[in-house]
């Protein structure tokens, strides 16, 4: 267990130095993550912004003698539909910490989902964070439905 945990306070020394030294964020509200996938229309700037924050980040630990090389990470297939852009999506418009709300879920990324409404048929798909819901009672069953929802999705 030592080994493990010396491994694990290098890698929170180093995260901690590139922080300081590229000014890269280690989190992102959930509010944030949300906002990004309603917004979602092309993905190409993102791998751009991504492939950069990555090529900067290996040069920094290289200077700092930590050999670093990129490998390539396959992401899982759940949140796929999460990562498409031509889904038609809008924030769910309820609050899930209160009343009861009939969803399914379609894709998840952590606790961000994409989720439809059982009863209307629609086919807009809703985001939300289901981490807004750690520490409570979740009941499952079809016998739940959600208020109604009146939602414009983007128009570009």
């Not at 964020?25 to 996938?37: M, V, Y």
């Not at 950069?52 to 759940?78: C, I, K, M, Y």
């Not at 209160?98 to 989720?115: K, N, P, R, W, Y």
């Not at 981490?131 to 069953?141: A, C, E, M, P, S």
């Amino acid at each position: 267990m030592s080994g493990l945990l010396t491994e694990g306070r290098a890698v929170r020394f180093l995260e901690d130095a590139l922080t300081r030294h590229l000014g890269l964020t280690q989190t992102e509200r959930a509010a944030a993550k949300l906002t990004a996938l309603a917004e979602l229309r092309d993905l190409t700037p993102a791998r751009a912004a991504h492939q950069q924050h990555l090529d900067r980040a290996t040069e920094a630990l290289n200077g700092l003698n930590v050999p670093a090389t990129s490998e390539p990470w396959t992401p899982p297939g759940e949140g796929g539909l999460l990562r498409t852009p031509e889904t038609g999506r809008a924030l769910y418009p309820h609050d899930p910490r209160s009343g009861e709300h009939g969803l399914t879920v379609l894709s998840c990324l952590g606790s961000q989902v994409l989720a439809t409404l059982d009863d209307n048929g629609e086919q807009l798909h809703y985001l939300l964070d289901l981490g807004t819901l750690k520490g409570r009672r979740i009941v499952l069953g079809a016998q739940f439905s959600s208020p109604p929802a009146t939602v414009q999705s983007a128009l570009f």
